[in-house]
């Protein structure tokens, strides 16, 4: 009897974790570092009928939930309480990143109009910019966007990839974009750090071919409320 | 004697599984928690994050979809009577599972939603192949989906043919599991369990026997957040399981290796392995039916038409946590032939696709 009573009462708290973490991340404003802003508000109208859910189930005398069942639906709250809550990053940017030739699609589809202050680019509209028109176009134009920093192993220590996921629906469609920066204080700074790249278009000649780079500095800030970018 | 050799070994399999899987799952969180974990092993750690990142980025954003499901799911389960629906529903197999192909309109849920409703309306005593239509197609065939679809590709005949295809694979997958079977060979105990006003539901066949005493729940309130709350454990933990899997293949299998072969791929077969990969994508994404028209919309230009078809098509139907969630539902063999029928039909509405979009 002991046991079924303590059964319950687990049942209830899980039910009640999950509410409680949906709630927990959107006040902290982690909620979107998983999935895009526009179902904010449709998950914590979820969380408030689990929550109502769990105190449904403590007033009336809602059986137990079998105990497999409960193990695995702990596993999201044990990650919310113990493991700390980071963006797509510098760590999973090999399985993300589409090569060369399918991002030139996306972006394709993803942004048309650039304005002409180059200035308010972010790295996404950078990204399209440097696919749709002649590198020539755009040399010695200014660049100021933020990003994450990560580094392939081929690169100078003065050179970082500067990168940001694009997410169209939540963190499982991540695509990360980057770009090449050369900065003198580039070797400053670690994989993951957020930076600020204030700089000038100059494509670089490496290896024979021209590489789309930026010249300037990089300059550490926080991680943006929205580290992600939305088509 | 097979049958008792294969339940000794899925008895010891068992065992081990209970032993095994906490110790694993306790490693990871550790590794993944980072705490006072050796600096050598930090590369791991950080993978593991970003994997816990995309775990709850799948399960968070399903979460409200199968809420809504459950609470469909239980709504069915208190006003409509077994009688109300045999009145309704043609009793022969083609009208069934036609009924059933065409009755998400009425329930607009997705993927995690239309599974609960299946087995619900299945222990209304709806006919095999309505309830095996039903949830197959309901993800893809509701309003949603198709304001959705139409909006993401901004032309309506992509969310047509999407929905076409839908209703007449379902359609043909549901006459051929669940036409002239007994409902016994492809369904679960559980969805047999004729629901009556004292429902069992929460009597889980894995718990052993039914042996805790029962306190009736006085009102329907309670009874409704009894069936409620289990319906949405037992649904949910499929989804565990599958965000959990989907994860990790994203995050050790780069995605980039997928696309690569459908660029190296030339010839006769060039089509065919647009169509496989983007399949083979949708079952890795696990994204919910009612949200990737946007993500599918990405494909495009990438692969050809027809493969963002089959993509469109096949996704909603059979991914990593559905296919999880049928088996509560439907015996093993019935989903195997599910997964394999679904995926036959989606090459062919590719290949046609191919054909008359390109």
């Known amino acids: 009897m002991q046991r079924q009573v303590l059964e319950r009462w687990l049942s209830i708290a899980v039910m009640f974790g999950l509410g409680a973490m949906i709630i927990f991340k959107w006040q902290t404003n982690r909620l979107n ?14 969380a408030i009928v689990l929550l ?75 990204t399209t910019a440097v696919r749709q028109s002649d590198l020539a176009v755009l040399r010695d134009k200014q660049a100021a966007f933020e990003g994450f920093v990560y580094r392939t192993p081929d690169l100078p220590a003065d050179e970082v990839l500067v990168g940001r996921y694009v997410v169209t629906c939540c963190t499982a469609d991540g695509t990360a974009l980057s770009l090449r920066v050369k900065a003198s204080n580039g070797a400053d700074f670690a994989n993951d750090q957020w930076v600020r790249v204030e700089g000038t278009f100059v494509p670089a000649e490496i290896n024979g071919s021209i590489v789309p780079q930026i010249a300037g500095t990089l300059v550490s800030i926080e991680m943006p409320s929205s580290p992600y970018l939305y088509p | 004697m097979a049958v008792v050799s294969v339940n000794v070994q899925s008895k010891t399999q068992r065992k081990w599984l209970l032993f095994f899987a906490p110790l694993i799952g306790i490693l990871g969180l550790w590794l993944a928690s980072g705490w006072l974990v050796p600096s050598n092993l930090a590369p791991l750690t950080n993978k593991l994050q970003g994997l816990v990142t995309t775990f709850q980025g799948i399960f968070i954003e399903a979460l409200p979809f199968l809420s809504a499901g459950v609470i469909v799911s239980v709504l069915i389960g208190e006003f409509v009577k077994p009688q109300h629906l045999a009145s309704f529903v043609p009793q022969n197999a083609f009208g069934a599972s ?39 197609a309901a ?51 559980l969805s047999l369990t004729a629901d009556d006003d004292h429902d069992h539901s929460h009597c889980d066949h894995d718990h052993g026997a039914c042996d805790h005493t029962h306190d009736q729940p006085k009102g329907r309130l309670a009874g409704l957040i009894a069936h409620g709350s289990t319906e949405f454990f037992e649904m949910a933990q499929y989804l565990v399981i599958g965000s959990l899997l989907a994860a ?54 990438l692969f050809h038409p027809g493969a963002v078809m089959a993509f469109l098509v096949f996704g909603p139907m059979i991914d990593i946590k559905s296919t999880l969630m049928l088996t509560s539902t439907f015996r093993r ?24 979009l390109v």
């Open chain 2, 333 to 356: 063999s019935a989903v195997v032939a599910m997964v394999v029928l679904a995926a036959l039909f989606a090459i062919i509405a590719g290949l046609i696709s191919y054909v008359v």
């Open chain 2, 248 to 301: 990790t293949m994203q995050t050790f299998i780069p995605q980039s290796a997928l696309l690569t072969l459908n660029d190296s791929s030339i010839g006769f077969f060039a089509p065919l392995v647009g169509i496989v990969v983007l399949m083979l994508v949708a079952v890795l994404l696990s994204v919910c039916s009612t949200v990737d028209a946007f993500l599918a919309l990405s494909f495009l230009g």
């Open chain 1, 33 to 46: 570092l998983y999935i895009h802003p526009r179902y904010t508000s449709l998950l914590v109208a979820t």
């Open chain 2, 98 to 136: 036609m009924f059933g192909s065409l009755l998400g309109l009425l329930f607009p849920v997705c993927e995690c939603g239309a599974i609960p409703t299946s087995r619900r309306l299945l222990r209304k005593g709806a006919p095999a192949p309505m309830g095996i239509a039903f949830a197959l």
């Open chain 1, 52 to 126: 109502l859910a769990a105190l449904g189930m403590a007033l009336t005398k809602a059986p137990a939930i079998p105990k497999r069942m409960l193990a695995l639906l702990t596993i999201p709250v044990a990650f919310a309480l113990l493991v700390p809550a980071r963006p797509l990053g510098a760590n999973l940017v090999s399985g993300k990143a589409l090569n060369a030739n399918s991002s030139d699609n996306l972006l394709a589809r993803w942004k048309t109009n650039l304005s002409d202050d180059s200035k308010s680019w972010t790295l996404l509209e950078w």
């Open chain 2, 139 to 189: 993800p893809v065939v509701n309003p949603i989906v198709l304001i959705s679809t139409s909006i993401a590709f901004g032309d309506v005949r992509w969310a047509l043919a999407r929905v076409g295809f839908t209703i007449v694979i379902a359609l043909t997958i549901g006459l051929i599991i669940g036409a002239g079977i007994k409902r016994e060979a492809i369904l679960t105990p």
